[in-house]
């Protein structure tokens, strides 16, 4: 009963000159590529709407009339519009490129400095709460924080529209974020329209609409761009987690499985009262293998007292010497508030990295002038495993995760500098890992 | 009313009904208007021209909604300042009646539901919110619509029309419901909005080029 839908040739009511009608009857303006002057494409005479656009022309990035495949569904680009806000008096511009499917309708590329987003329209109202600092929006459980609010006018205008459209078209944009997804709310006096977009890089239109060259270098960062660290900085900390874990193993291991031989072990006693030459040296010990550390312990009968050790780990054949001291003070008893307990019998040193060779000690021991005598044990071991490179490792370790943190901040900041949050610091919130 | 076929009143041609219990009908010939009367068919008025229609739905489109199959046998045609829109009458295998509405090829499925106190044309405003059916819908759009036409058949009589009022409400889960001010007390569809994709229609349109 009714005409069938087609692409229909025109001729311009304003200059003559040719113009394609792509969306079939769903256009209801079309913009003469020759003239610029806005047409209604319901009016069989093609009544001009407005004559002229004040503005330099504007080349768009995809032509007219070009397809490509946009989530597994061919698309034709009908339609251009340039739309700029005013913040600060600055003037940011951003491209529009209107989709049309005959089965699917209706879609939007954006583009701004290189950034893209697939748009579409929602069927659903999200709902948006304004008791926060921020307002906050809502859309199938995922929370979008609010960007920007800007008046949006339309400054230049191409190819052709499901509505009637004009240069100097006013909206209220509302933006909220949730990487790599922008939620937008436009509302003009009597409509308001909720969209979603989300992020596209140049390559991918240029790959989906299969445009010759290269596509422009995205600036900056832009709202809703993925953050290069969304995930990375939580997963490097995992990784960070699971390293330092095995470092703590290896640790064990280390400390469970290395040799500790004992080389040398003597009781001695030592009397302050006594007087006269306190040091002396033992007997000669050997320590073999490789450079390996080596663990001198002392072990004493102090109560309630205190002993000094002046050692020197002393290398028979060279006379090298590893000077070294250790104070041991083992004090007990019991006050109002029960037992305590301060310090112990007995300490240990590590000589690191000492070669294998015929050696010595050589011990001075030091107490107070009246105390009583003091027994005590000299034990050496081989091999005693040193955990000081573990520290060094784990050290190290933190150096990926804190420089990725830092970028994935320094990556947020940069996002929200374009926002009307910008002057805000950027760490309610927002800093940490991005996403 | 088990007919399935008659003979159109003014020009004789075969009428074929898809479902029995249409109440309204067009000749495919003559594009005379029919309305059943007792066990006859009754001429009450003729469709104009209908405007070439860019949908790619049309009558004898099969769909599937909720797991339950639909054909489409009838539409109502309007037409607002912003462009027009079809509202396809869907019979469900269950024998319901249901809506499509196709607007620039976004669609939504709607049930007639009855309702009590439903807010006067005057007093309906964008933005506004009510509830209806237990459910809380904020008005998005008012459309003041033309009665362009209609097609196939329909549930009731629905041919002398003009001028109508349409309030569109929305909820955060796509649910969906239009107020239709073309009668007294204004009716109400309640439904959803939904994908093209997951209506799974078939026996659509073709356009050339776009397969």
Redesign the interface.
Known sequence: MSASAQVRALNCSSCGAPLTVRAFQHTLSVVCGNCLSVLDAKDPNLRVLQRFQERQRVLPRIPMGTRGKVRGDPYEVVGFQVRTITVDGEQYSWSEYLLFNPYKGFRYLTEYQGHWNDVVTLRNVPEVDTGGQRPRARLLGETYDHFQTAEAETTFVLGEFPWQVRVGDRAMVMDFVSPPRILSRESTGSETVWSLGEYMTGAQVWQAFQLPGGPPAAQGVFANQPSPYTGKVRGIWGLWGILTLLLVLVGLLAYTFTGREEVFRRMYSFSPRAGGEVSFVTDVFELKGRPSSAEVKVSTDLSNNWAYFQFALINADTGQAYDFGREVSHYFGRDSDGAWREGGPSDSATVPAVPAGRYYLRVEPEMDAGAAAMRYELVVRRDVPSLGFLFIAAGLLLIPPIFTTVRAVVFSQRRWAESDYASTDSDDGDSGDDD | MSQRAANCPNCGAPVQFRWSSAIQT?C?YC?SILVRRDVNLERVGE?A????????IQIGTEGVYRDKSFVLVGRILYEY????WNEWHAVCQDGRSAWLSDA???Y?VSFLTPHQGLPAANQVR??QRMMLNGVVY?V???TRARYRGV?GELPFEYWDKSEALFADL?????R?ATIDYSEDPPLLFLGE?????DLRLKN??Q????S
Do not use: N
């Not at chain 2, 929305?170 to 796509?174: I, K, L, Y």
């Open positions: 067009t495919a594009r469709v021209d209908l405007p070439p229609d860019p949908s790619p300042e912003q462009g027009g620039q090829a976004e939504a964008p933005g904020e998005t759009v008012l097609e929305r909820t955060p889960d796509a969906f909005a939904v994908g093209f994709d659509l349109r356009f050339e080029g776009w």
